[in-house]
């Protein structure tokens, strides 16, 4: 029984790596994609943000052991009740377009000042297999109850303690002039790793 329970732990470990390397090559894919637009563009046409451990929306979440003995490392909660928007954003100096985008101060949204097709990528990196994680990306008002795109993590019988979980999702809209895109939580109280090279979102605009 303790052998097979090894067994299927190795092939648990062995499936996280291969999905982890399988969502770096499709980032790296994406990356040579923008750079590739981005060659028949007047400008940049970017719009990156990402996770800003330090930002005052954030509340520190340190190392506990849950009743069913998952382990939660050190991570970050957001600030927010209800469905909060995430606002630990740091903008991207060098990929931001300040002549397409506007970041408002709140830390709430970006608000895009041409029309045109975006395409919109956001990624969360979960520190806390308890439940259910997910968040969507968030288009005006008119869609605040149905983002136009999800990503939902589920915690699996297979995991026992020190997992992340990768959330990713991506889409591309016809967006009007000053039309806004924000990013929100579907739950509350979910520890995230702000890191900049795990948590973040970009807008490209495409045409």
Known sequence: M???QKLD?????????NMEYRLERDINQLKKKIIELNKHQTGSGIAHFYGNISSKFLSKYEESVRPEGTIVHKGFIPAGDHHPTYRFWNVSEKYFDRSLFIYSLSGRSVHVLQSGIYLIYAQIVYHDVTGRNAFGIYINEHNEHHGVAKCIAYKSKSIERHHYQYCNTMSILSLDKMAYIKIRSTYVHRVIVAEPSLTFWTVLKIT
């Open 9 to 17: 732990k190795k092939l648990f470990e062995q499936q996280n790596r």
């Open 2 to 4: 303790k052998r097979q």
